[in-house]
């Protein structure tokens, strides 16, 4: 939710993106399977036949196991949480039919089967073109994309998995003989599945016996991690390239490819640097200002009663300095009770029917703030009550609640940690808890990974991330997660900002030339701020190197800000006397 309002790619929509809701129902098949329904704008003042795309969601979007269709449709409705039907649920305008299903909890991946289902129930319900029937899904439901693909491959006319959490190799044959068109995105970086996942997939289509035509396409976005839908759905081409294609036909739309690579040739180190570690040092003659941080309240959620507590994890950062403070406050909605409002992730208690919006507000080390907001539904579950008499229809297990606790830090030489998970289940018990590293180096040592106390030793400098799962007395089970980051103690940088400068006038320019140093990493970035003095310009503000012309007669103080890779700050000032002519 970094943005909450999008621009929809003008070559496929001449519609403006609005703050209301474009018409998104929720909607369950005849087996009980939830979805979304999204119809352009003029389906029903005509009879023309209209595009489709299936849009498969990550693993966070799965829905309850209940086939009660009151339920099924409540819990729909955070599928809008990512992806297309989040643009759709912000304004955005498709010329195409949009159906967004959810997968049940009960599935760990999507089977081809069960898209095939929703997708033959909406057939006979609207007027699709069997011609044009699209395939995309991210994560959970890029994986979904390649085996229901490659299960029916004769059936789409193109398909875009993005961030895929796995392949289906076996298939890439019967992909590449049905010249269906594929174009698989991945961030170069993910640490949640491998880019190699998604390349792999494309390498096996374009060396098929058949030759597909066209040619798979494949984008790596150097440096990005595992979220990279936003960027693929509105930064590149690939709504405008899958609708160019009809099936049966082999036009080839390669040559759009919306700026990014597509042709396998991306950048594939995941470090997105240049190098050169200057900054922006192109002639800006305006002092530069403090940016902005920039905070996501995380995506819209929707619980059903009786559950009434839900955790929201945020994320915060600064580009030019450190995040100072978390301020969580109610902007609208019934009682509820917050904990953990000064940190990022918040904890709500006590919810009632009904819709709330949380604000999170996070100020920098300069005094900047910035704010972002989440909605949370509070919907009614199904009644309770029975006539007397009636035989009790059995109730759909309610899996546990799974707290994994809030991120932490170990500064070295410690090198371990407890960390203490916390489960409860509202309708039975927990019967066994399981503790796994899902990131971080190899040489950590666990132990208790199936107690609520996880403790770990022989830590190493970085990141690592441990995921809790508890299992109830019926099965039922869920997970979280848990960031530890281990740094070296509050070493600071060293900073100069070199000697003290005299000049006298009519030279009014000067090259001021920083250095830093870091003992246990490296210096991640460069600030320059005048504190003190008339009027100038300067340019190489966010380099080790300052540029300053047009200065008066009198003294300036300069401060030059670096930080390393841990976060740390330090700083060190230097004066410049400018003279006039005759040295006074």
Not at 6 to 33: D, E, F, N, P, R
Not at 223 to 244: F, P, Q, R
Not at 401 to 415: C, I, M, Y
Not at 472 to 499: C, H, Q, R, Y
Request: charged share 25%; with cysteine.
């Amino acid at each position: 939710m970094l943005k909450k309002f999008y621009l929809i790619l003008a070559v496929i929509t001449t519609a403006t993106v609005s703050m209301v809701s474009a018409q998104q129902t929720a909607k369950v098949t005849a087996s009980g399977t939830g979805y979304l329904e999204y119809l352009p704008q003029g389906y029903n003042s005509n009879n023309d036949k209209y595009p489709i795309v299936i849009a498969l969601h990550g693993i966070k979007e799965k829905g309850t196991s209940s086939k009660d269709p009151n339920l099924v449709k409540a819990g729909v409705l955070k599928v809008a949480n990512v992806g297309l039907a989040k643009y759709v649920k912000y304004g955005a305008k498709y010329p195409f039919i949009l159906i967004s299903p959810q997968l049940k909890k009960s599935h760990g991946t999507w089977p081809a089967e069960y898209v095939m289902e929703v997708l033959n129930h909406v057939k006979k319900n609207l007027r699709v073109d069997d011609r044009r029937i699209y395939l995309t899904g991210l994560s959970l439901g890029g994986f979904g994309v390649w085996k229901t693909a490659g299960e029916y491959p004769s059936v789409f006319a193109a398909i875009a998995p993005i961030c895929s959490g796995g392949n289906s190799l076996g298939k890439a044959n019967d992909i590449a003989a049905q010249n269906l068109p594929a174009w698989g995105f991945h961030g170069g970086s993910d640490k949640v599945v491998s880019y190699k996942v998604t390349t792999k997939m494309i390498d096996a289509i374009n060396s098929a016996p058949k030759r597909p035509t066209p040619l798979a396409k494949l984008t790596i976005f150097p440096g990005m991690n595992h979220v990279i839908w936003d960027k693929a759905y509105k930064e590149t081409s690939v709504l405008t390239w899958m609708l160019g294609y009809k099936k049966g036909e082999t036009n080839d739309n390669d040559n759009d490819d919306g700026g990014e690579d597509g042709d396998g040739d991306a950048d594939e180190d995941g470090d997105g640097e240049d190098g050169d570690g200057d900054g922006d040092e192109d002639g800006d003659e305006e002092e530069v200002e403090n940016s902005d941080p920039i905070v996501d309240a995380g995506s819209d959620r929707s619980i059903i009663l009786p559950t009434n507590s839900l955790y929201i994890q945020a994320q915060a950062s600064d580009q030019d300095g450190s995040i100072e403070f978390y301020q969580w406050t109610k902007i609208s909605g019934g009682s509820s009770t917050l904990k953990g409002a000064s940190s990022p992730k918040l904890r709500a208690l006590d919810l009632i029917e009904g819709e709330y919006v949380f604000r999170l507000t996070v100020k920098d080390n300069k005094g900047s703030e910035t704010s972002d907001d989440v909605t949370v539904n509070v919907v009614k579950g199904s009644s309770e009550e029975e006539e007397e008499g009636e035989e009790e229809e059995e109730e759909e297990n309610q899996t546990p609640f799974v707290f994994a606790g809030q991120d932490k830090t170990v500064n070295l030489p410690s090198n371990a940690i407890n960390i203490q998970g916390k489960a409860s289940d509202k309708d039975g018990s927990i019967e066994s808890y399981q503790w796994t590293k899902v990131y971080g180096a190899a040489s950590a040592n666990l132990s208790g990974t199936t107690e609520a106390t996880l403790r770990v030793s022989n830590l190493e400098r970085g990141a690592y991330i441990f995921k809790f799962t508890a299992i109830d007395n019926k099965g039922g089970s869920e997970s979280d997660l848990v960031k530890v980051t281990v740094k070296n103690k509050d070493v600071l940088p060293i900073v100069s900002a070199g000697p003290d400068k005299i000049i006298s006038l009519p030279n009014n320019t000067i090259s001021l030339q920083g250095q830093a140093s870091a003992k246990d990493g490296k210096i991640v970035s460069y600030q320059w701020t005048k504190t003190y003095g008339g009027k100038l310009n300067q340019s190489g503000s966010t380099g080790s190197t300052l540029r300053i012309s047009n200065l008066e007669r009198g003294a300036y103080i300069f401060r030059l800000t670096a930080k390393d890779n841990d976060g740390n700050l330090n700083h060190d000032y230097v004066k410049v006397t400018v003279r006039s002519r005759n040295g006074t």
